[in-house]
């Protein structure tokens, strides 16, 4: 598989199979994910790859906290802009329209919306995770790092044959994945990443992206 192949295949799968991911498949692609840029190569990220019994210990854990209705932790960092403005807003909202819309769920059926959200903690029947880390008094630059590796990470999986879901849905559930990672205190926990072979029966709609000439100006002399 190219890389451009990779990146036009890569989505976020909200559908897995049991099969599990053999380890070595995973210690590989981390390694070479290490190989990612970053500003004065500070490498701000801190991984921690999850499978078997800590993995289902903590989707029981999260899930046990959507059936009590217990709230989400306190946010450790702003996911969005509390006014998102447009075009951003637009896009965001089609979102939602277009994911909840090919689950056949209207609008207004919140209930149903957080049923289907729910999934977010069972990882969507993935039997690998990844949980990524940046130390709190880093700043928006190597956020931008982190970002940069999780991308590294999803298009290498691709090229193993592998799909992913990036969720930041983790972060709402911090304080639970630190129960059974035990991280730093120093550490704030950006997202989680479901990992796995994809499940084909599992029905979606791919989101579309916008125009190019929205996004990107050319400046040449042609």
Not at 116 to 145: H, M, V
Not at 166 to 183: G, I, R
Request: aromatic share 10%.
């Amino acid at each position: 598989m190219d890389v451009y192949e990779a990146v036009t295949s890569r989505r976020a799968v909200r559908g897995f199979t049991d099969l599990q991911v053999p380890r070595e498949v995973l210690e590989r692609v981390i390694s070479t994910a290490a190989w990612t840029p970053s500003a004065s190569n500070l490498q701000p990220w801190h991984v921690y790859v999850v499978t078997g019994g800590p993995l289902a210990e903590i989707k029981k854990r999260a899930c046990g906290r959507v059936i009590s209705g217990s709230p989400w932790d306190e946010p450790e960092y702003e996911q969005y802009p509390p006014a998102l403005k447009s075009p951003y807003r637009e896009r965001r909202s089609a979102f939602g329209e277009q994911r909840y819309g090919a689950l056949g769920i209207p609008r207004e059926d919140l209930e149903a919306r957080q049923r289907a959200a729910s999934a977010n903690w069972d990882c969507f029947g993935a039997p690998a995770a990844l949980f990524c880390y940046i130390d709190r008094d880093l700043g928006p630059a190597q956020w931008s790092d982190v970002g940069m590796y999780l991308q590294t990470v999803m298009l290498l999986l691709r090229a193993e044959g592998l799909h992913s879901c990036a969720q930041m849905a983790w972060a709402k559930y911090h304080k639970t994945v630190a129960e059974v990672l035990s991280p730093p205190g120093e550490l704030i926990l950006f997202c989680g990443m479901s990992i796995g072979f994809e499940d084909v029966t599992v029905d979606y709609t791919r989101t579309g992206r916008a125009p190019l000439d929205e996004t990107v100006m050319f400046v040449d002399s042609y």
